[in-house]
């Protein structure tokens, strides 16, 4: 029986879709009515400026399966699919655009992985159809960068098309910092996780809904969420100058005061002080640094530990 099935739910962010949401929905659920599964599908209108809301809405008085949460203005993607994992209500959720580049024949396979015991199932884009030269080595070098100046590892090309487990959607839902990665907080919860690989779908109607600027403050806030580098900065490049102009100043003062070759005037002198001072300075910033980042841990006030499974005795 229908009421017997686990529950399956899908949370697409809608941003000026209004032509994908009736071809997207006509797809999806063509792939859902033949799994086990029942299933619901919740849209999140992320203030389109467009009919999207008006396609939602039919879509979701035909379909009591169908849900839409309709944002007051646009608050950007990553608060949308956030808002659609605190709203589903079933035992995993997959997340994926509504632009349909996420191949929907996909899903059952992630499923698959899901019941074999995989906690997250991430995709991963081996190539994007239409993908311009800049954001391509874009993505390249964000990830690089990631990866290098973060504890956090983040697969390379990975995307928000992915599927959580319910143990997952509840320890997600405990994080409460603003600006916000979504697939890169779900990268920090862990868990057990399986790949699918697939090739993205050229877009069929609209723009994209992250321009570039959009994405590179996306991943300047990245940046700053999972790594203190940033915030470490200066004091690094404080201990470099010190360090050298240190130095420099050591091979002044012996060749003033002992072999007398070289002759430095006293504007040099004065320039090799200012820059030892400058050092000195920017390693006091570094030590202030580390103070602020023990209190933006505190403040973004993730969870000390996420705990699979409590087993008692």
């Known amino acids: 029986m229908e009421s017997e099935k686990k529950l399956l739910s899908i949370i697409v962010p809608v941003y000026n879709e209004e032509k994908n949401i009736p071809l997207f929905y006509e797809k999806i659920q063509a ?13 999140v209108n992320d203030g389109s400026c467009d009919k999207s809301i008006l396609e939602l809405e039919k879509i979701s008085q035909k379909d009591l399966r169908v849900r839409v949460i309709d944002f007051s203005r646009n ?25 349909l580049q996420h191949p929907i024949e996909k899903i059952p396979d992630f499923i698959k992985k899901w ?21 391509k080595i874009g993505s390249y070098f964000f990830y690089k960068m990631i990866n ?17 487990d319910r143990i997952v959607i509840d320890a997600f839902n405990q994080l409460t910092e603003k600006n916000r ?27 994209p ?17 999972f790594s203190l580098f940033p915030l470490k900065l200066a004091g690094y490049l404080g201990v470099i100058i010190t360090f050298f102009s240190g130095l420099l100043g050591i091979f002044i003062m012996i060749d003033r005061y002992m072999t007398k070759e070289l002759h430095f005037s006293g504007s040099v002198i004065l320039a090799v002080v200012i820059l030892f001072l400058i050092g000195v300075v920017l390693v006091c910033l570094g030590l202030i640094a580390l103070y602020i980042a023990n209190i933006h841990a505190e403040v973004t006030n993730r969870p000390m530990y996420i705990v699979r499974k409590a087993r008692s005795r």
């Open 181 to 207: 990665m979504t697939r890169a907080l779900i990268d920090w919860l862990g868990f057990r996780r399986e790949y699918i690989y697939f090739e993205a779908n050229e877009r069929i109607h609209g723009v």
């Open 31 to 43: 792939i859902l009515n033949v799994l086990s599964y029942a299933w619901e599908i919740v849209f």
């Open 148 to 164: 290098r100046i973060s504890d956090m590892k983040i697969v390379t090309r990975a995307t928000d098309y992915r599927l959580i």
């Open 75 to 99: 608050f950007g993607k990553e608060i949308a699919v956030t808002a659609g994992i605190n709203n589903c209500q079933g035992v995993a959720c997959i997340i994926l655009d509504a632009d």
């Open 115 to 135: 019941e074999a015991g995989a906690e997250v199932v991430v995709g991963v884009r081996k190539k994007n159809k239409g993908e311009g030269f800049v954001k």
């Open 209 to 225: 809904a992250y321009s570039f600027w959009k994405l590179v403050r996306l991943a300047f806030n990245s940046m700053i969420a």
